[in-house]
């Protein structure tokens, strides 16, 4: 079993499993699909994403890793999506496409595989390149303002999950009506106020945990529970040779209702046909101190 690769930016980029990319598929529309696992293209001009012009992040539609940043976008005038450089060149994976009697460079997303467009040498300083995208391929992620990290609105909760070496489906908490923002931290474990190095080495016993502030009226935590079970492995002890302290999959929760909720959202995971003969390694804990580390959205 080899040892799961990280960018720079400290992100797992070791695929998925079968069942895991099984999971996020399903969540995709027709066209993204299409897109992504078909490597289909987009008429110019009406990706939902070409005239976006606020600040934020452009992450892969299926499995959540930032892949382009708000600064990198320019109007090409070709009728797509376009970036001059990634967030991260280890995000993005170049392939020689020779398709359609053409000899072109294909890029996907490093982590899930799915394919994201085309880059070509005819692009803006600093890099000279064009990152030609498909709308569908992306999902994109509005910049908050300048509110303290803790200031949501009134009426607001918050839920915390232990997504590990995952931490980049974080993102993926604000495809859901409702969720406010989200940041990572670190919770569940003995050291105040643990570096990240700390917690990295097992020493300080935290997870890595993602914090989702949302809306209770629009978004119920049931449907939270479902969500970060559907987009993570539950069971990612059983192929992740980092599986620990840090890594390990769970629920942290405030409220005796949730941890009933919590419970129930698992057990019924597991009684799902294909489930049966699958260890669900999910654990499910009291809340403790949260220590932020760093805001995504």
Same mark, same amino acid.
């Given at each position: 079993?080899?040892?799961? %690769? &990280?960018?720079?930016?400290?992100? /797992?980029?070791?695929?998925?499993?079968?069942?895991?990319?099984?999971?996020?598929?399903?969540?995709?529309?027709? %066209?993204?699909?299409?897109?992504?696992? =078909?490597?289909?293209?987009?008429?110019?001009?009406?990706?939902?994403?070409?005239?976006?012009?606020?600040? @934020?992040?452009? #992450?892969?539609?299926?499995? +959540?890793?930032?892949?382009?940043? /708000?600064?990198?976008?320019?109007?090409? +005038? %070709?009728?797509?999506?376009?970036?001059?450089?990634?967030? /991260?060149?280890?995000?993005?994976?170049?392939?020689?496409? !020779?398709?359609?009697?053409?000899?072109? &460079?294909?890029?996907?997303?490093?982590?899930?595989?799915?394919?994201?467009?085309?880059?070509?040498? $005819?692009?803006?300083?600093?890099?000279?390149?064009?990152?030609?995208?498909?709308?569908?391929?992306?999902?994109?992620?509005?910049?908050?303002? &300048?509110?303290?990290?803790?200031?949501?609105?009134?009426?607001?909760?918050?839920?915390?999950?232990?997504?590990?070496?995952?931490?980049?489906?974080?993102?993926?908490?604000?495809?859901? !009506?409702?969720?406010? /923002?989200?940041?990572? @931290?670190?919770?569940?474990?003995?050291?105040? $106020?643990?570096?990240?190095?700390?917690?990295?080495?097992?020493?300080?016993?935290?997870?890595?945990?993602?914090?989702?502030?949302?809306?209770?009226? =629009?978004?119920?935590?049931?449907?939270?529970?479902?969500?970060?079970?559907?987009?993570?492995?539950?069971?990612? @002890?059983?192929?992740?040779?980092?599986?620990?302290?840090?890594?390990?999959?769970?629920?942290?929760?405030?409220?005796?209702?949730? =941890?009933?909720?919590?419970?129930?959202?698992?057990?019924?995971?597991?009684?799902?046909?294909?489930?049966?003969?699958?260890?669900?390694? %999910?654990?499910?804990?009291? #809340?403790?101190?949260?220590?932020?580390?760093?805001?995504?959205?």
């Amino acid at each position: 079993m080899s040892t799961p %690769t &990280t960018s720079r930016l400290g992100y /797992d980029l070791s695929a998925p499993s079968a069942e895991l990319l099984e999971r996020w598929l399903l969540a995709l529309t027709p %066209t993204e699909e299409e897109v992504t696992q =078909r490597s289909g293209t987009e008429a110019p001009f009406c990706g939902g994403l070409l005239d976006r012009k606020e600040k @934020g992040v452009y #992450a892969c539609v299926v499995c +959540g890793l930032p892949l382009f940043g /708000d600064e990198a976008k320019f109007d090409s +005038g %070709t009728g797509w999506p376009s970036f001059h450089s990634a967030v /991260d060149a280890s995000h993005v994976k170049r392939v020689e496409d !020779e398709s359609h009697g053409m000899s072109r &460079t294909e890029i996907c997303c490093a982590r899930c595989d799915s394919h994201l467009g085309h880059v070509f040498p $005819d692009g803006p300083p600093p890099s000279g390149e064009r990152h030609c995208l498909n709308s569908a391929s992306l999902l994109f992620v509005r910049q908050r303002g &300048t509110e303290e990290p803790h200031a949501e609105p009134s009426g607001f909760r918050r839920a915390f999950f232990g997504v590990g070496a995952e931490e980049g489906l974080a993102l993926r908490f604000l495809e859901l !009506e409702g969720v406010w /923002d989200v940041a990572i @931290g670190f919770q569940g474990g003995t050291t105040e $106020d643990p570096t990240p190095e700390e917690v990295a080495a097992g020493e300080s016993g935290h997870a890595i945990v993602v914090e989702v502030i949302y809306d209770p009226a =629009r978004c119920g935590y049931r449907r939270l529970l479902d969500h970060f079970l559907s987009i993570h492995d539950p069971t990612r @002890g059983e192929r992740t040779p980092i599986f620990g302290p840090p890594d390990r999959s769970a629920v942290f929760f405030r409220t005796s209702e949730e =941890r009933l909720e919590a419970h129930s959202a698992i057990a019924e995971l597991g009684d799902q046909p294909g489930w049966e003969e699958r260890e669900i390694v %999910t654990q499910v804990g009291a #809340a403790t101190t949260f220590w932020r580390l760093a805001g995504l959205a």
